[in-house]
């Protein structure tokens, strides 16, 4: 699935797809990405593809590989942080 | 109702940055790092609506779990978990609160008095025993006096699962990792009142700074009496049930109208640290008297053999 991560929480993240649809995802316990790398990719508005399986007993998905991606070009600037 | 003076400063409906200490204006209290925060629970106005776990839920991007009907009256969230911070106790009392109909009788006493309900959560105890069992150092107490795991550094050995006397902390089969309430630390870091305390519609969830809790509670308390409702207590205030046990006080404590039990809360919580002292002396003991046992065993055979019986 490719899209952009619109929210974090430890190693929760909510992926909005190219057609704006939102799904939550949970990191694996052997997942290719550690939990303070999901927030830059929040931050800079990364687009990012996950590679995941379904959960058992969760409405979640499981994401096992995050990779980062192109930007399309029809992509908007990525905002400035609150703050800075 | 109070209306804080600085509610005045924000009255359009959308805001294009975020309201410098917002705490002030919804829990009337402001939040700064090195004082204690905590949670007071008022159970005789819950309603039981749930919308904590939801806004836990929102906040935290926790997803669903236990999906289904446990048909355990209208609590289908189960227990607190991994991915369920806040848990809403749904207990039917048999005998009505007093003695008096079942709430599945078709009589019904006033005021839904057979309903118990109460918002549990994590009560980021002053002595954690899951903070002492960690061997990682993932879970610390914040500069608001809260426990937080930190998931970048939990390796999910579980100690803290079983060290946990309210069986809040939970690892999540999912990433392998343990999880529990974090009070919301990220709102609180930026002035944002706890996401649970800020939807209760009743104000059963109260946040604010622990002393100040602690009075309001025992305000409470005295009102209630004053009111007839002699068997209303806090637990988890200091020298209250939820404190026993070196427990000293809990962060997130609760004004409770039934024993402990009744709310699937321990009547007399201990440190599980405590029992480490004993029961290290209690197995050295047990070793050396099984050596000196051994020792005289094989002095009394030695003794029979030079004896040549």
Request: hydrophobic content about 35%.
């Amino acid at each position: 699935m490719e899209g952009t991560i619109t929210i974090v929480q430890e190693g929760r993240f909510q992926l909005s797809d190219d057609r704006g649809v939102s799904h939550q995802f949970v990191l694996d316990r052997v997942a290719l990405v550690e939990t303070e790398q999901l927030r830059p990719l929040q931050s800079r508005q990364a687009r990012v593809r996950v590679k995941y399986t379904d959960a058992s007993g969760l409405i979640s998905l499981i994401a096992h590989r995050i990779e980062l991606l192109e930007p399309k070009p029809s992509d908007p600037e990525p905002l400035e942080p609150v703050g800075s | 109702m109070n209306v804080h003076p600085r509610a005045r400063d924000y009255t359009q409906s959308s805001l294009g940055e975020m309201i410098p200490n917002e705490s002030e204006l919804t829990a009337g209290v402001k939040i700064e790092p090195g004082k204690q925060y905590g949670f007071f629970t008022d159970t005789t106005v819950c309603i039981g609506c749930k919308a904590c776990e939801v806004a836990c839920k929102e906040w935290n991007n926790l997803p669903a779990d236990n999906v289904g009907l446990t048909g355990h009256s209208y609590d289908n969230t189960g227990a607190l978990s991994a991915n369920t911070w806040r848990h809403v106790n749904f207990i039917e009392q048999s005998g009505g609160g007093g003695g008096g109909a079942s709430v599945r009788d078709n009589e019904q006493n006033a005021f839904q008095s057979g309903w118990l309900m109460m918002s549990d959560v994590c009560k980021h105890c002053h002595h954690a025993p899951c903070l002492e069992a960690c061997p990682t150092g993932a879970l610390f107490k914040t500069e608001f006096d809260t426990v937080v795991v930190q998931q970048d550094i939990c390796n999910g050995c579980g100690y803290c699962v079983p060290a946990c006397p309210f069986g809040v902390v939970d690892v999540s089969k999912a990433d392998g990792k343990a999880h529990k309430c974090t009070l919301c630390y990220d709102r609180l870091k930026g002035g944002l009142e706890p996401a649970c305390a800020k939807s209760c519609p009743t104000d059963s969830i109260q946040f604010g700074e622990l002393s100040e809790l602690q009075a309001r509670a025992k305000t409470r308390v005295e009102q209630l009496h004053a009111r007839g409702v002699h068997t209303a207590y806090t637990y988890g205030t200091p020298d209250s049930p939820g404190a026993t046990g070196d427990m000293q006080y809990l962060n997130a404590f609760f004004l409770l109208t039934d024993r402990p039990e009744a709310y699937n809360l321990p009547a007399a919580p201990t440190r599980p640290s405590n029992r480490i002292a004993p029961a290290l002396t209690a197995g050295l003991a047990t070793l050396a008297g099984l050596a000196v046992a051994a020792v005289a065993l094989l002095a009394a055979s030695g003794e029979e053999r030079r004896h040549g019986r």
